[in-house]
């Protein structure tokens, strides 16, 4: 490959040339000192394409140079693998370059990644980087710099570490690159990735696009020339160029979406690049008017740029011989920003590393807070992967200010990037002046109107409908409070109810006594509070912190393992468990416990308490979580349960089994009956007092002639 080959002839002369063409008077008395400072570090080692080891260095400062990046980071770029394959330590670094070049030399050394395996490491990998970042972005850059020389001459790596190198250049450094707008170096990644994970399909498409462009190089010139001459004919200068699109896109295309190669008609695409914002509108006017557009493929990103920052009209023409032809108009400013992102116009302050206060790295932010909320590798990748590829729709508030969101966004998405209050209190949503429910999928161009009231709160099922990752951060999180401030709750009850049993005096003067704190500091937990929460979400045991409180107390407790529950005021739902309050309490949906049953109670997290069968699957393997609990039936209620019954299918059968049933005074509440042959199952649910009920019901149904097995479902 010629590119690798022509690097070994660099010297620090062509580089400083290189420099100087964008940046004519600046001083290169860092490049030279780290260019000459890394060759000897470097000097004994070698590449395993037999190249001295420094040639990757410079490669990367170059790549650096091409995107015009400012001196400190073409320095840092030269420097970005002393610390790491040499003997250079970080304070012989800090010496000769200072705190900034080594700051950036460290963040990039720090980011080596892990070997890739699974979901957890990606989402280590990219936790990594974007905490680089957030710290400075000019280290990814370095990043993206080095993998793509390291991209570039990945020919000469055992299978394995291409495999391995491409994949992950795939999920992590392209989609970086395109998030930062360098639409250029993630094409190029994401094409030399392809061709590495996926040679057969890299090369077809490689031969059958070069075919193409053989066969069509004449028409592309003849049309770029065509629209050049037009737009003249208006007084409009411009450049126009017909260029292929990247390999990975029209992989994209054909494997994911399959479609035949035949169907992909817009490998080319036509830019124009004219002088003025104003020119870009006219150069559109004028191909419209030459050409018949295709319906619902402008776009105008110069009034409502991408996330990233992309600018530029888009547009999709009829073009001779009646061909679609898709065509992009910007300004070369636009063109720039296009091409290298953030890199092209990102400008650092005199010691300005000011990277995550800019407009531009809101999502940054996004992603960094997020860092903190999502500790689940799997959610924290969920919400990375919304903020990398914003597939964005663009809704207005009634002011007529732009929000851009994710698609498939909905109101409560609108409601939090307003504002967090206004999401955590919405309780519904016009667009376009028309009610639509919560979960109203928005398009762009909607204009959105969030109605409020105060005091309403956010709902966990919202979880379900909000797409953003800013809401549905805000929604956990609010979720999470709330669940602590009912766990906080519970364990007081939970305590107060241990004290009452070993005779203590009440919790109420304990719970911000001195001792209380005391105990929570030797369970390692900083306040009360805590102490509390870790009770009420049964990660402590309320006997473990009361044997704390009142050792003398504890023997006699241990003592009497099988002791009773403790009494307390009898209850409205019939049970009384571990003698806490009654509005924590829930039955069980899956073991559907009646009276009768024995039954325990289970601390679930943050939702109280919920009673289940002692022999509850569910709830196995959890012992730190179970409570005692008993019935305490003052009056009779019903309790639905299923009854499965399965029969020869003979005629008057399902009248014999209801009258059965109605003998022992039950309701029958609903019923359902399959048969196959000669067989029949029939599902009925039935309400009763108690488990005797129950079993009296069973027995009945059982002596019915052709019953061949009755049992309890539920
Ligand atoms: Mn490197």
């Known amino acids: 490959m010629s590119v690798t080959q022509s690097l070994d002839d660099i010297d620090l002369d062509l580089l400083e040339e290189e420099i100087r063409l964008y940046n004519e008077s600046v001083d290169l008395t860092l490049v030279r000192d780290s260019y000459l400072f890394s060759e000897m570090k470097h000097r004994?080692?070698?590449?395993?394409?037999?190249?001295?080891?420094?040639?990757?260095?410079?490669?990367?400062?170059?790549?650096?140079?091409?995107?015009?990046m400012d001196v400190d980071t073409i320095s840092a770029g030269l420097l970005h693998d002393v610390l790491e394959d040499t003997s250079t330590t970080v304070k012989e670094l800090r010496e000769k370059f200072g705190d900034e070049i080594t700051h950036i030399v460290e963040g990039v050394s720090k980011i080596s990644s892990l070997p890739f395996r699974g979901i957890e490491s990606q989402a280590e990998n990219f936790r990594k980087m974007i905490l680089a970042m957030s710290k400075d972005v000019r280290i990814v850059?370095?990043?993206?710099?080095?993998?793509?020389?390291?991209?570039?001459?990945?020919?000469f790596l055992p299978k394995e570490s291409q495999i391995r190198i491409?994949?992950?250049?795939?999920?992590?450094?392209?989609?970086?690159?395109?998030?930062?707008?360098?639409?250029?170096?993630?094409?190029?990644?994401?094409?030399?990735?392809?061709?590495?994970?996926?040679?057969?399909?890299?090369?077809?498409?490689?031969?059958?696009?070069?075919?193409?462009?053989?066969?069509?190089?004449?028409y592309v010139k003849r049309l770029s020339k065509i629209i050049k001459d037009t737009l003249l004919e208006s007084g409009i200068e411009s450049q126009v160029e017909g260029r292929i699109k990247n390999i990975y896109s029209t992989y994209q295309?054909?494997?994911?979406?399959?479609?035949?190669?035949?169907?992909?008609?817009?490998?080319?695409?036509?830019?124009?690049?004219?002088?003025?914002?104003?020119?870009?509108?006219?150069?559109?006017?004028?191909?419209?008017?030459?050409?018949k557009p295709v319906p619902g493929r402008i776009k105008d990103y110069i009034a409502i740029p991408k996330t990233n920052g992309y600018q530029s009209l888009h547009t999709t023409m009829i073009g001779p011989g009646g061909k679609p032809v898709e065509i992009q108009i910007r300004t070369r400013e636009m063109h720039a920003v296009a091409e290298y992102g953030i890199a092209a116009h990102w400008k650092y302050k005199e010691g300005g590393a000011a990277s995550s206060e800019d407009a531009r790295f809101l999502w940054l932010r996004r992603i960094v807070e997020d860092m903190q909320?999502?500790?689940?590798?799997?959610?924290?990748?969920?919400?990375v992967k919304v903020e990398l590829f914003p597939d964005e729709v663009y809704v207005f508030t009634p002011k007529g200010e732009v929000k851009g969101l994710p698609k498939?966004?909905?109101?409560?998405?609108?409601?939090?990037?307003?504002?967090?209050?206004?999401?955590?209190?919405?309780?519904?949503?016009?667009?376009?002046?028309?009610?639509?429910?919560?979960?109203?999928?928005?398009?762009?161009g909607d204009i959105v109107e969030i109605i409020t009231r105060s005091g309403s709160r956010p709902s966990r099922d919202w979880l379900k409908i909000a797409k953003s990752s800013r809401a549905r951060s805000k929604i956990r999180h609010w979720i999470r409070e709330e669940e602590r401030a009912q766990s906080i709750q519970m364990g007081e009850e939970l305590l107060e109810a241990e004290m009452q049993e070993r005779h203590l005096s009440s919790t109420k003067r304990l719970l911000k006594s001195d001792e209380l704190l005391e105990a929570a500091k030797e369970l390692n937990l900083s306040s009360i509070e805590?102490?509390?929460?870790?009770?009420?979400?049964?990660?402590?045991?309320?006997?473990?912190?009361?044997?704390?409180?009142?050792?003398?107390?504890?023997?006699?407790?241990?003592?009497?393992?099988?002791?009773?529950?403790?009494?307390?005021?009898?209850?409205?739902?019939?049970?009384?468990v571990g003698g806490i309050g009654q509005p924590f309490v829930r039955f069980a949906k899956c073991c559907n416990p009646i009276p009768g049953d024995e039954?325990?109670?289970?601390?679930?997290?943050?939702?109280?308490?919920?009673?289940?069968?002692?022999?509850?699957?569910?709830?196995?393997?959890?012992?730190e979580r179970i409570l005692e609990a008993e019935w305490d039936i003052q009056e009779e209620s019903l309790y639905s349960v299923e009854i499965s019954i399965e029969s020869n299918d003979r005629k008057g059968l399902l009248a014999d089994v209801a009258a059965a049933i109605a003998k022992e005074s039950v309701n029958i509440a609903s019923g359902s009956i399959s048969t196959s042959g000669t067989k029949a199952a029939t599902i009925f649910t039935v309400q009763v007092t108690d488990l005797g009920h129950l079993r009296r019901v069973i027995d009945g149904i059982g002596r019915v002639k052709g019953i061949t097995r009755v049992e309890r479902k539920s």
Not at 144 to 155: G, K, S, V, Y
Not at 171 to 199: C, F, K, Q, T
Not at 202 to 209: G, L, P, Q, S, T
């Open 44 to 68: 004994e080692q070698k590449r395993m394409s037999g190249e001295p080891y420094f040639s990757h260095c410079k490669a990367t400062a170059r790549n650096l140079i091409s995107w015009r």
């Open 141 to 155: 850059l370095i990043k993206l710099a080095d993998r793509l020389h390291n991209m570039r001459t990945l020919e």
């Open 166 to 218: 491409a994949q992950e250049t795939l999920e992590i450094y392209a989609p970086l690159a395109h998030r930062l707008g360098m639409s250029r170096v993630s094409a190029e990644l994401e094409d030399l990735s392809l061709r590495y994970l996926n040679e057969d399909a890299y090369y077809e498409i490689k031969n059958r696009v070069d075919r193409e462009f053989e066969e069509s190089g004449e």
């Open 253 to 291: 295309k054909i494997y994911a979406q399959r479609t035949s190669f035949e169907d992909v008609y817009d490998l080319f695409a036509f830019r124009v690049l004219v002088d003025s914002v104003k020119d870009c509108y006219a150069s559109m006017g004028v191909i419209h008017s030459r050409w």
């Open 373 to 383: 909320e999502l500790k689940n590798p799997r959610h924290f990748m969920e919400s």
């Open 408 to 444: 498939g966004a909905t109101p409560i998405d609108f409601a939090y990037s307003v504002h967090t209050e206004v999401g955590n209190q919405c309780v519904g949503a016009k667009v376009n002046g028309v009610i639509v429910p919560l979960k109203y999928e928005l398009q762009s």
């Open 530 to 576: 805590d102490l509390l929460a870790h009770v009420g979400y049964g990660k402590v045991s309320a006997q473990h912190v009361v044997n704390l409180l009142a050792p003398e107390t504890a023997e006699k407790s241990d003592k009497q393992a099988q002791r009773e529950v403790p009494k307390r005021r009898h209850t409205a739902t019939g049970v009384n």
């Open 599 to 623: 039954i325990v109670g289970f601390i679930t997290r943050g939702r109280g308490v919920t009673i289940h069968v002692v022999s509850c699957p569910e709830i196995s393997g959890e012992v």
